[in-house]
């Protein structure tokens, strides 16, 4: 099997807020662009921060999406979520929340109440996968994805182990369900420890350092927080962990088709973008209590 390119390294750039409950460094399209993260949209990385104790929960206001998924994985700290569609719960250390927005919700993301009152150490990632243009209207869902639901696979050597989010490991797959193929994986390596990783050739593959720095084919140093986008001239990485370290592995394959994109709606053309924003602004979102 080929070697996989490394494309870039990004360190994570100025943090800005969203809301005022995250902190985030943007990576996609900060790194590049949409068409070329195909079909990872948006990543946005809130790095280790200490929220202080509050009794008013830190967040995002309700707020509209319309055709793509959000998909928050929660290292550090508890997010609670409720949308217009009747999804909703409580996203802790080592959970994913999968929410197909698709056709529309309106949703709002809050530091949880008791997390809040204590305060402590945050660290989350959010991405938006885009939907093919055949299920961007199709009715919206949520998968809570408890981090005992995920599949764990302990790599030999005492290396570490994977856990499938999305996707196969070695044919084993993992539980959120995907309208395009796409793996996701937490790759957690114990200091010296190594693994390869291999996915087709065409397919979108990146990284984040979540905890820990490693080496990438032997020879690149990929530090804590930073992103590592792959090139598509080989299927397979190496990655060897320097410290204990946590690495998201994002690996998808591009839909192809063309993004028409504006604030919290990506569509396809400049028309379903304008009929995106009407339907918002004449309640066809539903409603969603503030
Ligand atoms: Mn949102």
């Known amino acids: 099997m080929k070697t996989r390119s490394i494309e870039k390294v990004t360190p994570p750039g100025s943090p800005h807020f969203v809301g005022d409950g995250f902190r985030v460094h943007n990576f996609i399209p900060?790194?590049?662009?949409?068409?070329?993260?195909?079909?990872?949209?948006m990543m946005d990385y809130n790095s280790k921060f200490n929220f202080p104790p509050t009794d008013t929960p830190k967040g995002v206001g309700v707020h509209p999406?319309?055709?793509?998924?959000?998909?928050?994985?929660?290292?550090?700290?508890?997010?609670?979520?409720?949308?217009?569609?009747?999804?909703?719960?409580?996203?802790?250390?080592?959970?994913?929340?999968?929410?197909?927005?698709?056709?529309?919700?309106?949703?709002?993301?809050?530091?949880?109440?008791?997390?809040?009152?204590?305060g402590g150490e945050f660290q989350m990632v959010q991405l938006w996968v885009n939907l093919p243009a055949k299920d961007k209207m199709s009715p919206p869902k949520y998968q809570a994805i408890p981090n005992h639901e995920m599949l764990n696979i302990a790599l030999p050597n005492n290396a570490g182990?994977?856990?499938?989010?999305?996707?196969?490991?070695?044919?084993?797959?993992?539980?959120?369900?995907?309208?395009?193929?796409?793996?996701?994986?937490?790759v957690?390596?114990?200091?010296?420890?190594?693994?390869?990783?291999?996915?087709?050739?065409?397919?979108?593959?990146?990284?984040?350092?979540?905890?820990?720095?490693?080496?990438?084919?032997?020879?690149?140093?990929?530090?804590?927080?930073?992103?590592?986008?792959?090139?598509?001239?080989?299927?397979?990485?190496?990655?060897?962990?320097?410290?204990?370290?946590?690495?998201?592995?994002?690996s998808g394959e591009p839909l192809n088709e063309p993004i028409a994109a504006q604030g919290p709606f990506v569509m396809n053309t400049r028309e379903e973008l304008m009929e995106a924003f009407q339907d918002f602004n004449t309640g066809k979102f539903g409603y969603l209590e503030a």
């Open 30 to 41: 900060g790194t590049s662009t949409m068409k070329r993260m195909d079909p990872f949209i």
């Open 65 to 118: 999406h319309r055709g793509f998924e959000t998909v928050t994985i929660a290292y550090k700290g508890r997010v609670e979520h409720g949308d217009s569609a009747g999804g909703g719960g409580i996203i802790g250390e080592g959970d994913v929340q999968w929410m197909t927005a698709a056709s529309g919700v309106l949703h709002k993301e809050f530091h949880e109440t008791e997390w809040s009152k204590k």
């Open 161 to 186: 182990e994977i856990e499938v989010i999305a996707g196969a490991y070695e044919g084993k797959k993992g539980p959120a369900s995907t309208f395009s193929p796409i793996n996701m994986y937490n």
């Open 188 to 250: 957690k390596l114990n200091k010296g420890g190594k693994t390869q990783l291999s996915f087709p050739v065409h397919y979108t593959t990146a990284l984040v350092m979540i905890e820990g720095d490693a080496i990438i084919n032997e020879s690149t140093d990929a530090l804590q927080d930073h992103f590592v986008m792959f090139g598509n001239d080989g299927e397979s990485f190496a990655i060897e962990a320097k410290s204990d370290a946590i690495i998201l592995v994002l």
